[in-house]
Protein backbone atom coordinates (compact mmCIF):
# COMPACT_ATOMS: atom_id res chain seq x y z
CA UNK A 1 0.00 0.00 0.00
CA UNK A 2 1.22 3.63 -0.87
CA UNK A 3 1.69 6.16 1.62
CA UNK A 4 -1.20 7.97 0.30
CA UNK A 5 -3.37 5.21 0.03
CA UNK A 6 -2.55 4.06 3.67
CA UNK A 7 -3.60 7.68 5.56
CA UNK A 8 -7.25 8.21 2.70
CA UNK A 9 -10.52 6.68 4.07
CA UNK A 10 -11.36 3.10 3.02
CA UNK A 11 -13.86 4.25 0.66
CA UNK A 12 -11.50 7.23 -0.83
CA UNK A 13 -8.41 4.62 -0.70
CA UNK A 14 -10.53 2.45 -3.05
CA UNK A 15 -11.61 4.72 -5.18
CA UNK A 16 -7.56 5.89 -6.41
CA UNK A 17 -6.72 2.47 -6.35
CA UNK A 18 -9.38 1.70 -9.23
CA UNK A 19 -7.84 4.62 -11.28
CA UNK A 20 -4.45 4.06 -11.16
CA UNK A 21 -4.82 0.01 -12.14
CA UNK A 22 -7.61 1.43 -14.65
CA UNK A 23 -4.75 3.78 -15.50
CA UNK A 24 -2.12 1.21 -15.87
CA UNK A 25 -4.65 -0.97 -18.01
CA UNK A 26 -4.93 1.55 -20.85
CA UNK A 27 -1.00 1.98 -20.81
CA UNK A 28 -0.28 -1.59 -20.91
CA UNK A 29 -3.51 -1.74 -24.10
CA UNK A 30 -1.95 1.05 -25.81
CA UNK A 31 1.65 -0.32 -25.67
CA UNK A 32 0.66 -3.96 -26.59
CA UNK A 33 -1.50 -2.13 -29.85
CA UNK A 34 1.62 -0.61 -30.90
CA UNK A 35 4.39 -3.23 -30.01
CA UNK A 36 2.75 -6.13 -29.50
CA UNK A 37 3.02 -8.83 -26.31
CA UNK A 38 6.98 -9.12 -26.80
CA UNK A 39 7.54 -5.69 -27.15
CA UNK A 40 5.37 -4.85 -23.81
CA UNK A 41 7.76 -3.70 -20.99
CA UNK A 42 6.74 -2.84 -17.18
CA UNK A 43 9.31 0.23 -17.14
CA UNK A 44 6.78 1.17 -20.53
CA UNK A 45 4.07 0.97 -18.70
CA UNK A 46 4.49 2.35 -15.51
CA UNK A 47 6.12 5.12 -17.15
CA UNK A 48 3.22 5.65 -19.26
CA UNK A 49 1.26 5.62 -16.39
CA UNK A 50 3.92 8.21 -14.58
CA UNK A 51 4.37 5.80 -11.31
CA UNK A 52 7.31 4.01 -10.15
CA UNK A 53 7.89 0.26 -11.31
CA UNK A 54 7.46 -0.91 -7.94
CA UNK A 55 4.22 0.53 -7.41
CA UNK A 56 3.47 -1.04 -10.91
CA UNK A 57 4.54 -4.62 -9.11
CA UNK A 58 2.28 -3.73 -6.35
CA UNK A 59 -0.60 -3.95 -8.15
CA UNK A 60 0.34 -6.52 -10.89
CA UNK A 61 3.00 -9.18 -9.32
CA UNK A 62 3.76 -9.68 -13.20
CA UNK A 63 3.61 -8.90 -17.01
CA UNK A 64 1.32 -11.94 -17.83
CA UNK A 65 -0.87 -10.65 -14.73
CA UNK A 66 -1.49 -7.38 -16.07
CA UNK A 67 -1.84 -8.20 -20.04
CA UNK A 68 -4.79 -10.76 -18.59
CA UNK A 69 -6.02 -8.18 -16.38
CA UNK A 70 -5.99 -5.45 -19.57
CA UNK A 71 -7.69 -8.38 -22.25
CA UNK A 72 -10.21 -9.14 -18.89
CA UNK A 73 -11.18 -5.12 -19.21
CA UNK A 74 -11.50 -4.80 -22.75
CA UNK A 75 -13.28 -7.54 -23.46
CA UNK A 76 -16.24 -6.15 -21.04
CA UNK A 77 -16.04 -3.00 -21.99
CA UNK A 78 -16.23 -4.08 -25.90
CA UNK A 79 -19.25 -6.52 -25.17
CA UNK A 80 -21.05 -4.48 -22.82
CA UNK A 81 -21.08 -1.42 -25.71
CA UNK A 82 -22.36 -3.72 -28.31
CA UNK A 83 -25.14 -5.17 -25.82
CA UNK A 84 -26.35 -1.44 -25.07
CA UNK A 85 -26.47 -0.62 -28.70
CA UNK A 86 -28.30 -3.65 -29.46
CA UNK A 87 -30.78 -3.47 -26.34
CA UNK A 88 -31.38 0.03 -27.63
CA UNK A 89 -32.51 -1.55 -31.22
CA UNK A 90 -33.77 -4.35 -29.27
CA UNK A 91 -37.79 -4.45 -30.78
CA UNK A 92 -36.56 -2.96 -34.37
CA UNK A 93 -35.62 -4.94 -38.02
CA UNK A 94 -32.40 -7.07 -38.00
CA UNK A 95 -31.14 -4.81 -40.43
CA UNK A 96 -31.42 -1.46 -37.61
CA UNK A 97 -30.15 -4.37 -35.17
CA UNK A 98 -26.94 -4.72 -37.19
CA UNK A 99 -26.80 -0.99 -38.27
CA UNK A 100 -26.62 -0.45 -34.69
CA UNK A 101 -23.98 -2.91 -33.75
CA UNK A 102 -21.85 -1.35 -36.39
CA UNK A 103 -22.13 1.71 -35.95
CA UNK A 104 -21.06 1.23 -32.18
CA UNK A 105 -18.33 -1.23 -33.27
CA UNK A 106 -16.99 1.42 -35.30
CA UNK A 107 -16.99 3.71 -32.45
CA UNK A 108 -15.41 1.51 -30.11
CA UNK A 109 -12.35 1.31 -32.58
CA UNK A 110 -12.27 4.86 -33.45
CA UNK A 111 -12.81 6.74 -30.06
CA UNK A 112 -13.62 4.68 -27.43
CA UNK A 113 -10.50 1.92 -27.68
CA UNK A 114 -8.74 2.81 -31.22
CA UNK A 115 -5.74 0.30 -30.33
CA UNK A 116 -8.29 -2.26 -30.16
CA UNK A 117 -8.49 -2.36 -34.60
CA UNK A 118 -4.50 -2.79 -34.88
CA UNK A 119 -4.22 -5.84 -31.14
CA UNK A 120 -6.98 -7.66 -33.21
CA UNK A 121 -6.23 -6.90 -37.31
CA UNK A 122 -2.82 -7.56 -37.00
CA UNK A 123 -2.08 -10.10 -34.44
CA UNK A 124 1.29 -11.09 -32.77
CA UNK A 125 2.16 -14.09 -31.62
CA UNK A 126 0.89 -14.47 -27.97
CA UNK A 127 1.62 -17.20 -25.64
CA UNK A 128 -0.88 -19.65 -24.65
CA UNK A 129 -1.40 -18.38 -21.36
CA UNK A 130 -3.46 -15.61 -23.30
CA UNK A 131 -3.58 -17.56 -27.03
CA UNK A 132 -7.01 -19.13 -25.63
CA UNK A 133 -8.43 -15.65 -23.70
CA UNK A 134 -7.90 -14.16 -26.93
CA UNK A 135 -10.16 -16.74 -28.72
CA UNK A 136 -12.56 -16.93 -25.86
CA UNK A 137 -12.65 -12.44 -26.20
CA UNK A 138 -13.48 -13.34 -30.17
CA UNK A 139 -15.73 -15.79 -29.60
CA UNK A 140 -17.77 -13.70 -27.23
CA UNK A 141 -18.24 -10.63 -29.72
CA UNK A 142 -18.46 -12.83 -32.82
CA UNK A 143 -21.65 -14.23 -31.02
CA UNK A 144 -23.38 -11.15 -30.81
CA UNK A 145 -22.81 -10.13 -34.64
CA UNK A 146 -24.03 -13.77 -35.22
CA UNK A 147 -27.01 -13.93 -33.76
CA UNK A 148 -28.59 -10.67 -35.53
CA UNK A 149 -27.04 -11.95 -39.13
CA UNK A 150 -28.77 -15.27 -38.44
CA UNK A 151 -31.73 -13.49 -37.59
CA UNK A 152 -32.10 -11.72 -40.62
CA UNK A 153 -30.78 -14.81 -42.99
CA UNK A 154 -34.22 -16.62 -40.98
CA UNK A 155 -36.62 -13.69 -41.48
CA UNK A 156 -35.71 -13.60 -45.36
CA UNK A 157 -34.23 -10.03 -44.78
CA UNK A 158 -30.32 -10.57 -45.19
CA UNK A 159 -29.49 -12.03 -48.73
CA UNK A 160 -26.15 -13.52 -48.23
CA UNK A 161 -24.92 -16.42 -49.71
CA UNK A 162 -22.26 -17.45 -46.79
CA UNK A 163 -23.21 -14.99 -43.85
CA UNK A 164 -19.44 -17.02 -42.16
CA UNK A 165 -18.22 -15.02 -44.67
CA UNK A 166 -19.75 -11.78 -44.90
CA UNK A 167 -19.22 -11.49 -40.72
CA UNK A 168 -15.25 -11.96 -41.60
CA UNK A 169 -15.72 -9.10 -44.10
CA UNK A 170 -17.63 -6.37 -41.99
CA UNK A 171 -14.73 -7.00 -39.33
CA UNK A 172 -12.31 -6.53 -41.91
CA UNK A 173 -13.96 -3.32 -43.09
CA UNK A 174 -13.92 -2.34 -39.54
CA UNK A 175 -10.84 -2.85 -38.20
CA UNK A 176 -9.37 -1.81 -40.96
CA UNK A 177 -11.50 2.03 -40.96
CA UNK A 178 -9.85 1.89 -37.13
CA UNK A 179 -6.59 2.64 -38.82
CA UNK A 180 -7.47 5.47 -41.76
CA UNK A 181 -11.13 7.32 -39.87
CA UNK A 182 -10.25 9.91 -37.32
CA UNK A 183 -13.11 11.58 -35.43
CA UNK A 184 -11.83 15.26 -35.50
CA UNK A 185 -11.43 14.80 -39.15
CA UNK A 186 -14.97 13.49 -39.62
CA UNK A 187 -16.61 16.02 -37.08
CA UNK A 188 -20.21 16.19 -38.72
CA UNK A 189 -19.92 11.92 -38.86
CA UNK A 190 -20.84 11.74 -42.74
CA UNK A 191 -17.75 9.19 -43.18
CA UNK A 192 -18.80 7.39 -40.24
CA UNK A 193 -22.04 6.94 -41.49
CA UNK A 194 -21.11 5.86 -44.91
CA UNK A 195 -18.97 3.12 -43.89
CA UNK A 196 -21.64 1.89 -41.70
CA UNK A 197 -23.99 2.03 -44.76
CA UNK A 198 -21.60 0.00 -47.02
CA UNK A 199 -20.63 -2.89 -44.25
CA UNK A 200 -24.39 -3.42 -44.16
CA UNK A 201 -24.33 -4.10 -48.13
CA UNK A 202 -22.54 -7.02 -47.39
CA UNK A 203 -25.87 -8.48 -46.31
CA UNK A 204 -28.76 -6.33 -47.41
CA UNK A 205 -28.92 -5.84 -51.47
Not at 11 to 39: C, N, V
Not at 103 to 118: D, F, H, I, N, S
Not at 160 to 185: E, F, K, M, Q, T
Request: negative net charge; aromatic residues 6%; hydrophobic residues 40%.
Amino acid sequence: MTTDEAVAPPGRAARRRDRRKAEMIEAALRILSASGYQGMRFEDVAERSDIAKATLYHYFPSKDALVSAALEKLTSDVLLHLGAALETAADRSPTDRLRALIAEQLRVLTVLYPEVGKLFSFPAPWPDEHSEAIKTMRRRHDRIFREVVDLGVTSGEFDCPDPSVALHCLHGILNHASIWLRPDADPDGRTRDAVVEEALRLFVR
